[in-house]
């Protein structure tokens, strides 16, 4: 089975902090997705990578960054937090052809105080 | 840009009926897929089924079937048997079709479905 693990469940943290959220998969999986959850808005994409090193721009990029420097290592970096990232933060990953399955991870909740 | 609209934020059902969750789904695209997610309370998001477009068959997963409607954009998901455990929000998903890179998801709002004794 696909695992994609997150290193946190919940998480809280100050206003102004630089935050890491991590996400692995173990299975040698090409591309990678970090999408925000928030309630009456469902998911929206942050940022995905589709090779290491490699990233690109989803639908709300603004104010966070990603690495990537290993292929089952996806991190999403929020600079400066605030309040308004406070949100549920999934991360996925699928095989490498376009349209494959994505497989999620349980997700981080994240309290910005 | 691609957007998906589910217009029933709640629905109810009693255990052992059948329920339908609407999506229907705006692209210009003509090769794609779409995706039927499914997450419990635990929060761990899982697929329950996955169309084609160019698959004029419905696609079935044991209890799960859609009904697509390439023409009037329409993808609803229907759980036969409903089961406690089916309790959860469920999330309609388009993908466009490409090659080389992964594309995302884009999401509709979600369903919040409560199965009841």
């Known amino acids: 089975d696909v695992k994609v693990t997150q290193s946190s469940r919940y998480l809280v943290k100050r206003t102004g902090e630089k935050v890491f959220l991590e996400c692995v998969q173990d299975m040698d999986h090409e591309n990678m997705f970090w999408y925000r959850q928030d309630p009456g808005l469902g998911l929206r994409l942050i940022y995905f990578s589709y090779d290491v090193k490699m990233k690109e721009k989803g639908d709300i990029p603004e104010g966070y960054s990603v690495s990537r420097e290993k292929k089952e290592r996806f991190s999403l970096i929020l600079e400066s937090a605030s309040t308004n990232q406070t949100s549920m933060y999934l991360c996925?990953?699928?095989?490498?052809?376009?349209?494959?399955?994505?497989?999620f991870g349980p997700g981080t909740r994240l309290t910005v105080l | 840009a691609q957007t998906v609209t589910q217009s029933q934020p709640e629905m109810s059902v009693q255990e052992a009926e059948t329920v339908t969750l609407s999506c229907t789904y705006d692209t210009s695209e003509s090769n794609y897929y779409l995706f039927w997610y499914k997450q419990p309370p635990s929060r761990q998001m899982i697929l329950v089924i996955r169309q084609e477009a160019y698959k004029q068959q419905n696609a079935t997963e044991n209890r799960f079937s859609v009904n697509f409607q390439k023409a009037a954009k329409s993808f609803s998901l229907k759980i036969s048997d409903s089961q406690l455990g089916d309790t959860a929000m469920y999330f309609c998903?388009?993908?466009?079709?490409?090659?080389?890179?992964?594309?995302?998801?884009?999401f509709g709002k979600g369903t919040s479905l409560l199965v009841t004794p």
């Open positions: 996925a990953s699928s095989l490498g052809y376009g349209t494959d399955t994505q497989y």
């Open positions: 998903a388009f993908m466009k079709h490409a090659m080389g890179s992964g594309y995302a998801l884009n």
